[in-house]
Protein backbone atom coordinates (compact mmCIF):
# COMPACT_ATOMS: atom_id res chain seq x y z
CA UNK A 1 0.00 0.00 0.00
CA UNK A 2 1.79 3.37 -1.29
CA UNK A 3 0.27 6.16 0.84
CA UNK A 4 1.26 9.88 -0.34
CA UNK A 5 1.54 11.95 2.53
CA UNK A 6 1.22 15.97 2.96
CA UNK A 7 2.83 17.77 5.86
CA UNK A 8 1.98 21.91 6.31
CA UNK A 9 1.63 22.09 10.22
CA UNK A 10 4.13 25.03 10.50
CA UNK A 11 6.98 26.39 8.34
CA UNK A 12 7.96 22.75 6.78
CA UNK A 13 6.56 22.41 3.25
CA UNK A 14 6.74 18.69 2.94
CA UNK A 15 5.37 15.37 0.98
CA UNK A 16 6.19 11.64 1.19
CA UNK A 17 5.52 8.26 -0.56
CA UNK A 18 5.91 5.62 1.92
CA UNK A 19 4.90 1.75 1.35
CA UNK A 20 3.39 -0.23 4.17
CA UNK A 21 3.48 2.18 6.71
CA UNK A 22 7.40 1.20 7.08
CA UNK A 23 9.32 1.61 3.84
CA UNK A 24 10.28 5.71 2.52
CA UNK A 25 10.05 5.29 -1.06
CA UNK A 26 10.35 9.28 -1.35
CA UNK A 27 10.56 12.20 1.20
CA UNK A 28 10.91 16.06 0.24
CA UNK A 29 10.98 18.90 2.28
CA UNK A 30 10.84 22.50 1.23
CA UNK A 31 12.23 24.66 4.11
CA UNK A 32 10.68 28.30 5.47
CA UNK A 33 13.95 29.16 7.31
CA UNK A 34 14.91 32.16 4.79
CA UNK A 35 11.58 33.36 5.04
CA UNK A 36 11.60 33.14 8.99
CA UNK A 37 15.11 34.30 9.88
CA UNK A 38 14.66 38.29 9.58
CA UNK A 39 11.79 37.98 12.03
CA UNK A 40 13.70 35.42 14.90
CA UNK A 41 10.55 33.13 14.38
CA UNK A 42 8.00 31.71 12.33
CA UNK A 43 5.34 34.26 10.96
CA UNK A 44 2.24 32.79 10.58
CA UNK A 45 0.78 34.97 7.17
CA UNK A 46 4.15 34.38 5.60
CA UNK A 47 4.55 30.93 6.08
CA UNK A 48 0.94 30.23 4.62
CA UNK A 49 1.80 32.13 1.49
CA UNK A 50 4.90 29.84 1.14
CA UNK A 51 2.97 26.31 1.55
CA UNK A 52 0.91 27.95 -1.18
CA UNK A 53 3.81 28.74 -3.50
CA UNK A 54 5.86 25.16 -2.62
CA UNK A 55 2.91 22.46 -2.07
CA UNK A 56 1.89 21.71 -6.51
CA UNK A 57 6.19 21.06 -6.31
CA UNK A 58 7.08 19.62 -3.77
CA UNK A 59 4.06 17.27 -4.14
CA UNK A 60 5.75 16.58 -7.68
CA UNK A 61 8.88 16.27 -6.97
CA UNK A 62 7.69 13.48 -4.53
CA UNK A 63 5.75 11.15 -6.60
CA UNK A 64 8.81 11.65 -9.20
CA UNK A 65 11.74 10.80 -6.44
CA UNK A 66 9.64 7.71 -5.56
CA UNK A 67 9.28 6.47 -8.93
CA UNK A 68 5.42 6.57 -9.64
CA UNK A 69 2.50 8.20 -10.97
CA UNK A 70 -0.10 9.62 -9.19
CA UNK A 71 -2.31 6.60 -10.11
CA UNK A 72 -0.03 4.57 -7.74
CA UNK A 73 -1.50 5.62 -5.21
CA UNK A 74 -3.34 3.87 -2.93
CA UNK A 75 -3.98 6.73 -0.18
CA UNK A 76 -3.40 10.21 0.18
CA UNK A 77 -2.86 11.58 4.15
CA UNK A 78 -2.34 14.95 5.78
CA UNK A 79 -1.20 16.69 9.01
CA UNK A 80 -4.73 17.73 10.40
CA UNK A 81 -3.53 19.62 13.56
CA UNK A 82 -2.40 20.77 15.83
CA UNK A 83 -0.33 23.73 14.43
CA UNK A 84 -0.85 27.12 12.79
CA UNK A 85 -4.34 27.28 11.44
CA UNK A 86 -3.36 28.45 7.81
CA UNK A 87 -0.71 26.89 7.37
CA UNK A 88 -2.12 23.37 8.44
CA UNK A 89 -5.45 24.91 6.03
CA UNK A 90 -2.83 24.36 2.59
CA UNK A 91 -1.83 21.22 3.07
CA UNK A 92 -5.10 20.15 4.60
CA UNK A 93 -6.96 21.24 1.43
CA UNK A 94 -4.67 20.32 -1.26
CA UNK A 95 -4.27 17.07 0.11
CA UNK A 96 -8.33 16.81 0.24
CA UNK A 97 -8.90 17.57 -3.75
CA UNK A 98 -6.04 15.52 -4.37
CA UNK A 99 -7.25 12.42 -3.15
CA UNK A 100 -11.01 13.39 -4.09
CA UNK A 101 -10.15 13.74 -7.52
CA UNK A 102 -8.52 10.30 -7.67
CA UNK A 103 -10.83 8.73 -5.64
CA UNK A 104 -8.66 7.34 -3.01
CA UNK A 105 -8.88 7.30 0.54
CA UNK A 106 -7.99 10.42 2.71
CA UNK A 107 -6.42 10.47 6.09
CA UNK A 108 -6.34 13.44 8.22
CA UNK A 109 -3.38 12.72 11.18
CA UNK A 110 -2.19 13.91 14.31
CA UNK A 111 1.32 16.17 13.83
CA UNK A 112 1.96 14.42 17.42
CA UNK A 113 0.91 11.23 16.24
CA UNK A 114 2.95 10.98 13.18
CA UNK A 115 6.45 12.52 14.99
CA UNK A 116 6.04 8.80 17.23
CA UNK A 117 5.86 7.17 13.76
CA UNK A 118 9.12 8.30 12.97
CA UNK A 119 10.20 5.82 14.66
CA UNK A 120 8.98 2.72 12.76
CA UNK A 121 10.40 4.15 10.09
CA UNK A 122 14.05 3.25 11.44
CA UNK A 123 15.67 -0.14 10.53
CA UNK A 124 14.56 -1.49 13.97
CA UNK A 125 12.18 0.06 15.58
CA UNK A 126 10.95 -0.44 18.83
CA UNK A 127 8.20 -3.50 20.02
CA UNK A 128 5.34 -2.68 22.50
CA UNK A 129 5.11 -1.07 24.67
CA UNK A 130 7.76 1.39 25.06
CA UNK A 131 7.86 5.20 26.40
CA UNK A 132 8.63 7.96 23.78
CA UNK A 133 9.75 11.73 24.58
CA UNK A 134 8.47 13.77 21.71
CA UNK A 135 10.12 17.37 22.29
CA UNK A 136 9.68 19.70 19.20
CA UNK A 137 9.68 23.65 18.85
CA UNK A 138 5.97 23.37 20.00
CA UNK A 139 5.41 20.19 22.13
CA UNK A 140 7.11 18.21 24.44
CA UNK A 141 5.91 15.45 26.05
CA UNK A 142 5.72 11.81 27.27
CA UNK A 143 4.06 9.41 26.05
CA UNK A 144 3.50 5.38 26.88
CA UNK A 145 2.86 3.56 23.54
CA UNK A 146 0.91 0.30 23.58
CA UNK A 147 0.71 0.07 19.80
CA UNK A 148 -0.10 2.11 17.00
CA UNK A 149 -2.98 3.41 17.87
CA UNK A 150 -3.25 3.08 21.78
CA UNK A 151 -0.76 5.84 23.20
CA UNK A 152 -1.15 6.82 26.66
CA UNK A 153 0.12 10.48 27.69
CA UNK A 154 2.04 10.62 30.65
CA UNK A 155 3.21 14.14 31.22
CA UNK A 156 3.51 17.17 28.89
CA UNK A 157 5.19 20.92 29.08
CA UNK A 158 2.97 23.18 31.88
CA UNK A 159 4.63 26.66 30.01
CA UNK A 160 7.42 26.50 26.83
CA UNK A 161 7.95 23.68 24.53
CA UNK A 162 11.63 22.80 25.27
CA UNK A 163 12.06 23.83 21.24
CA UNK A 164 10.80 27.21 21.94
CA UNK A 165 13.24 27.93 24.85
CA UNK A 166 16.34 27.05 22.15
CA UNK A 167 14.61 29.93 19.70
CA UNK A 168 14.12 32.18 22.51
CA UNK A 169 17.59 32.23 23.93
CA UNK A 170 18.96 32.12 20.47
CA UNK A 171 17.19 35.13 20.26
CA UNK A 172 18.25 37.00 23.36
CA UNK A 173 22.18 35.96 22.41
CA UNK A 174 21.76 37.61 18.85
CA UNK A 175 21.74 34.07 17.28
CA UNK A 176 18.92 33.79 14.93
CA UNK A 177 16.60 31.28 13.82
CA UNK A 178 15.70 28.54 14.46
CA UNK A 179 17.93 28.18 17.89
CA UNK A 180 18.07 24.66 17.73
CA UNK A 181 20.87 23.81 15.57
CA UNK A 182 23.57 27.18 15.94
CA UNK A 183 22.98 26.93 20.37
CA UNK A 184 23.68 22.95 19.67
CA UNK A 185 26.90 23.79 17.86
CA UNK A 186 28.08 26.81 20.23
CA UNK A 187 27.51 24.72 23.09
CA UNK A 188 29.83 22.19 22.23
CA UNK A 189 32.83 24.54 22.37
CA UNK A 190 31.51 25.97 25.76
CA UNK A 191 31.63 24.72 29.50
CA UNK A 192 28.38 23.42 30.57
CA UNK A 193 29.62 24.47 34.86
CA UNK A 194 30.77 27.79 33.93
CA UNK A 195 27.12 29.25 34.62
CA UNK A 196 24.66 27.51 36.74
CA UNK A 197 21.18 27.91 35.19
CA UNK A 198 18.38 25.98 37.29
CA UNK A 199 16.57 22.69 36.40
CA UNK A 200 12.86 22.55 36.66
CA UNK A 201 12.17 19.28 37.66
CA UNK A 202 8.46 19.77 38.99
CA UNK A 203 7.42 17.00 40.73
CA UNK A 204 9.57 14.60 40.36
CA UNK A 205 6.91 11.94 40.58
CA UNK A 206 5.32 13.31 37.93
CA UNK A 207 6.51 13.74 34.28
CA UNK A 208 6.03 16.90 33.21
CA UNK A 209 7.69 20.11 32.04
CA UNK A 210 8.81 23.64 32.42
CA UNK A 211 11.30 25.38 30.43
CA UNK A 212 10.03 29.28 31.02
CA UNK A 213 11.99 28.97 34.12
CA UNK A 214 15.07 28.13 32.29
CA UNK A 215 14.44 30.75 29.51
CA UNK A 216 13.86 33.58 32.21
CA UNK A 217 17.07 32.71 34.11
CA UNK A 218 18.68 33.20 30.97
CA UNK A 219 17.39 36.31 30.00
CA UNK A 220 18.39 37.97 33.85
CA UNK A 221 21.56 36.69 33.58
CA UNK A 222 22.55 38.37 30.43
CA UNK A 223 20.93 41.62 31.65
CA UNK A 224 22.81 40.85 34.96
CA UNK A 225 25.75 40.77 32.84
CA UNK A 226 25.73 42.95 29.67
CA UNK A 227 29.52 41.68 28.47
CA UNK A 228 28.04 38.04 28.39
CA UNK A 229 26.42 38.68 24.50
CA UNK A 230 30.12 38.74 23.49
CA UNK A 231 32.00 36.96 25.89
CA UNK A 232 30.33 34.26 27.05
CA UNK A 233 27.82 33.20 24.39
CA UNK A 234 29.56 29.27 24.48
CA UNK A 235 29.50 28.91 27.84
CA UNK A 236 25.43 30.29 27.74
CA UNK A 237 24.66 27.84 25.21
CA UNK A 238 26.59 25.18 27.19
CA UNK A 239 25.18 25.91 30.25
CA UNK A 240 21.29 26.30 28.83
CA UNK A 241 21.56 23.58 26.52
CA UNK A 242 22.85 21.68 29.82
CA UNK A 243 19.69 22.24 32.32
CA UNK A 244 17.42 21.43 29.67
CA UNK A 245 19.04 18.07 28.70
CA UNK A 246 19.24 16.94 31.88
CA UNK A 247 15.74 17.62 32.28
CA UNK A 248 14.68 15.67 29.35
CA UNK A 249 17.00 12.82 30.08
CA UNK A 250 16.00 12.44 33.80
CA UNK A 251 12.20 12.48 32.82
CA UNK A 252 12.58 10.16 30.13
CA UNK A 253 14.40 7.60 32.08
CA UNK A 254 12.06 7.94 35.20
CA UNK A 255 9.00 7.38 33.07
CA UNK A 256 10.16 4.41 31.86
CA UNK A 257 11.33 2.69 35.25
CA UNK A 258 7.36 3.65 36.27
CA UNK A 259 6.20 2.03 33.50
CA UNK A 260 8.87 -0.79 33.90
CA UNK A 261 9.34 -0.91 29.65
CA UNK A 262 13.30 -1.57 28.41
CA UNK A 263 12.79 0.47 25.30
CA UNK A 264 12.38 4.24 24.91
CA UNK A 265 12.42 6.40 21.97
CA UNK A 266 12.98 9.84 20.71
CA UNK A 267 11.14 11.63 18.51
CA UNK A 268 10.86 15.62 17.13
CA UNK A 269 12.78 17.94 16.33
CA UNK A 270 15.27 18.35 19.58
CA UNK A 271 15.62 14.61 18.90
CA UNK A 272 18.37 15.81 16.43
CA UNK A 273 20.09 17.40 19.25
CA UNK A 274 23.78 16.10 19.44
CA UNK A 275 24.11 16.57 23.32
CA UNK A 276 20.55 15.22 24.03
CA UNK A 277 21.16 12.62 21.56
CA UNK A 278 24.54 11.43 23.69
CA UNK A 279 23.45 11.71 27.37
CA UNK A 280 20.35 9.73 26.34
CA UNK A 281 22.64 7.16 24.89
CA UNK A 282 24.75 6.96 27.74
CA UNK A 283 21.78 7.18 30.28
CA UNK A 284 19.93 4.27 28.34
CA UNK A 285 23.23 1.94 28.38
CA UNK A 286 23.85 2.87 32.30
CA UNK A 287 20.31 1.53 32.85
CA UNK A 288 20.27 -1.17 30.10
CA UNK A 289 17.75 -0.10 27.99
CA UNK A 290 17.20 0.01 24.33
CA UNK A 291 17.42 3.38 23.08
CA UNK A 292 15.54 4.41 19.43
CA UNK A 293 16.33 7.84 17.70
CA UNK A 294 14.72 8.21 14.32
CA UNK A 295 17.58 9.64 11.96
CA UNK A 296 17.81 13.28 11.58
CA UNK A 297 15.98 13.63 8.39
CA UNK A 298 13.24 12.30 10.26
CA UNK A 299 13.55 14.21 13.16
CA UNK A 300 12.18 17.05 11.99
CA UNK A 301 8.54 18.17 10.46
CA UNK A 302 8.33 15.66 7.52
CA UNK A 303 5.44 14.09 5.53
CA UNK A 304 6.92 10.46 5.90
CA UNK A 305 5.87 10.13 9.45
CA UNK A 306 2.72 11.41 8.55
CA UNK A 307 2.21 8.83 5.74
CA UNK A 308 3.22 6.29 8.30
CA UNK A 309 0.59 6.81 10.44
CA UNK A 310 -1.99 7.56 7.69
CA UNK A 311 -1.01 3.21 6.97
CA UNK A 312 -3.08 1.88 9.96
CA UNK A 313 -5.78 4.08 9.54
CA UNK A 314 -6.25 3.32 5.95
CA UNK A 315 -5.83 -0.31 6.76
CA UNK A 316 -8.32 -0.61 9.44
CA UNK A 317 -10.66 1.69 7.24
CA UNK A 318 -11.24 4.51 8.50
CA UNK A 319 -11.66 7.14 6.45
CA UNK A 320 -11.65 11.60 6.64
CA UNK A 321 -14.75 12.63 5.54
CA UNK A 322 -14.72 16.02 2.78
CA UNK A 323 -16.15 18.45 5.28
CA UNK A 324 -13.50 17.65 8.03
CA UNK A 325 -11.69 20.40 9.47
CA UNK A 326 -8.46 21.18 10.96
CA UNK A 327 -7.45 21.76 14.36
CA UNK A 328 -5.17 24.02 16.59
CA UNK A 329 -4.90 24.28 20.20
CA UNK A 330 -8.56 25.74 20.72
CA UNK A 331 -10.48 22.77 18.96
CA UNK A 332 -10.81 18.94 19.94
CA UNK A 333 -11.16 16.37 17.12
CA UNK A 334 -12.94 13.45 17.56
CA UNK A 335 -10.60 11.03 19.09
CA UNK A 336 -10.78 8.12 15.79
CA UNK A 337 -8.54 5.60 17.86
CA UNK A 338 -9.79 3.59 21.07
CA UNK A 339 -7.71 5.61 23.85
CA UNK A 340 -6.29 8.16 21.56
CA UNK A 341 -7.45 11.25 22.76
CA UNK A 342 -6.36 14.63 20.73
CA UNK A 343 -7.23 16.32 24.01
CA UNK A 344 -4.19 15.22 25.86
CA UNK A 345 -1.68 15.83 22.77
CA UNK A 346 -1.51 19.00 22.99
CA UNK A 347 -5.27 20.39 21.70
CA UNK A 348 -6.51 21.51 24.69
CA UNK A 349 -9.98 23.25 24.63
CA UNK A 350 -9.90 26.90 24.84
Known amino acids: ???????????????AVVEDGRKVLST???????????????????????HIEKITGVVKQALEA????????????????????GALLVGFSFSKAFAYGLGLPFAGINHLEGHIHSVFLTEDPPPFPFVALLASGGHTSIYEVQSCSRMTLLGQTLDDAAGEAYDKV??????????GKVIDRMAAAGDPDRIAFPRSYLDRDRFDFSFSGIKTAVKRYIEDHPESRTNQVNDIAAGFQEAVVDVLVEKLMRAAADRRCRHVAMVG??????????????????????????????????????AAAAYHRVQAGQRESLGAEVYCRGKVPAAPWPCWDARRLGCQEA
Not at 2 to 15: M, N, V, Y
Not at 170 to 179: A, D, F, I, T, V
Open 1 to 15: MKILGIESSCDETAA
Open 28 to 50: VVASQVKVHHPYGGVVPELASRA
Open 66 to 85: AGIDKTALDAVAATQGPGLV
Open 170 to 179: SKMLGLGYPG
Open 269 to 306: GVAANRRLRERLGAEADRLGLRLHIPPVSLCGDNAAMI
